[in-house]
């Protein structure tokens, strides 16, 4: 067996290597868990701005603080992402054709921290320098007060340049993935190449020592005190990051439904379905806390109480107010004054009269 496991390892087009179907899809199954998180909070914030806004505005910190504690969990316990251990793959060092490590010795500190920072840092970096440039992009596009000289060259040039670097970027990955198709790899995502790690499938021995481990971390008993409290600790982290992996595991299933509901050929049904009149607005609206009183003149600006310059609504409420009250107030506070509903600079509609 010592011999075969060496064979594998010095061979990596053999049976241990993971097809590029499955390297993908361990990549996507992540890739769909976020904008379901994100959709489901945004309809948290906006049926209750006051108790859940928070969790909208801080979201990506959020899921980066879990998405460090879940990721954290699975290598130290399987060598492997969540992601990777669902579809039954582990990362082993790049090395010298020794036989492959079990899941359960987890990686060498050096590829331990290197994978855990690829994994987690790098996209939560990416996500928000492309929050970056969609905000800048609206600036450029919305804003009343365009920036000086000096810093606008700047920022047009950084503007201009980054579709080319995400291109580059995103380029890379697809050379890398025709490389590993055609065997000319061994990485199928250049984050392996720089973690210093492979993937490879998990063994039968690997799933023996996975059960193994966690019936004899769940039978163990600690004695002294310390170690009582140390084991607590673990086992709240660990409990934790279980209950994360439990509940993602259990959702992979819901959210391939809601690709399905969501795809192409259902949209006309759903709008079949949703297509009903536009109730009145209420009559006796009730004020959120600070919100912004309606004024009895309609022609007047509910932030300015002036008569209203530049009509624009919100998409989100339908109140109207001055273009410039409401672009001040939203990118302020991301919030419709009156409603309290949640607001970006892209829900403004510009209204234009006859008169105009």
């Known amino acids: 067996m010592a011999e075969v496991g060496a064979h594998l390892t010095a061979a990596p087009a053999g049976g241990d290597r993971p097809s590029v179907?499955?390297?993908?899809?361990?990549?996507?199954?992540?890739?769909?868990?976020?904008?379901?998180?994100?959709?489901?909070?945004?309809?948290l914030a906006e049926s209750n701005p006051a108790r859940y806004g928070f969790l909208w505005h801080w979201f990506d910190e959020i899921y980066v603080l879990l998405d460090l504690l879940l990721q954290q969990h699975h290598l130290a316990r399987c060598s492997a992402s969540f992601s990777e251990n669902f579809y039954s793959l582990k990362r082993i060092p790049m090395g010298d054709g020794r036989q492959q490590p079990l899941a359960t010795a987890g990686l060498p500190k050096r590829q331990h921290w290197k994978s855990?920072?690829?994994?987690?840092?790098?996209?939560?970096?990416?996500?928000?320098?492309e929050k970056l440039v969609s905000s800048l992009r609206e600036e450029d596009e919305y804003s009343i007060h365009p920036p000086s000289s000096s810093w606008k060259r700047f920022y047009r040039a950084f503007l201009a340049a980054y579709p080319y670097v995400n291109m580059t970027w995103e380029g890379w990955f697809l050379i890398q993935q025709l490389c590993y198709i055609l065997g000319k790899a061994e990485h199928h995502s250049p984050m392996l190449k720089l973690a210093g790690v492979r993937l490879v499938r998990l063994t039968a021995e690997d799933i023996q020592a996975l059960e193994k481990k966690w019936t004899e971390t769940t039978s163990s008993q600690a004695h002294s005190f310390t170690s009582r409290v140390q084991s607590a600790l673990r086992k709240a982290l660990g409990g934790v990051a279980f209950s994360l992996s439990t509940g993602l595991s259990v959702s992979v299933f819901f959210l391939q439904f809601l690709d399905w509901w969501y795809s192409s050929e259902n949209q006309e049904t759903i709008k079949s379905l949703t297509a009903l009149p536009t109730p009145p607005p209420p009559v006796h609206l009730e004020q959120e806390p600070?919100?912004?009183?309606?004024?009895?003149?309609?022609?007047?600006?509910?932030?300015?109480?002036?008569?209203?310059?530049?009509?624009?609504?919100?998409?989100?409420?339908?109140?109207?107010?001055?273009?410039r009250c409401a672009y001040s107030h939203v990118k302020a506070h991301q919030r419709c004054p009156v409603t309290g509903y949640a607001t970006e600079l892209q829900h403004l509609v510009k209204l234009y009269s006859p008169e105009s």
């Open 290 to 323: 600070g919100s912004a009183l309606l004024p009895s003149l309609r022609s007047v600006c509910p932030l300015c109480r002036k008569v209203r310059v530049n009509a624009t609504a919100l998409a989100t409420s339908g109140f109207v107010f001055c273009y």
């Open 116 to 129: 855990l920072l690829l994994l987690v840092l790098v996209p939560y970096l990416k996500g928000k320098l």
């Open 21 to 43: 179907f499955e390297a993908v899809a361990q990549e996507s199954l992540m890739a769909a868990v976020k904008p379901a998180l994100q959709h489901l909070v945004k309809v």
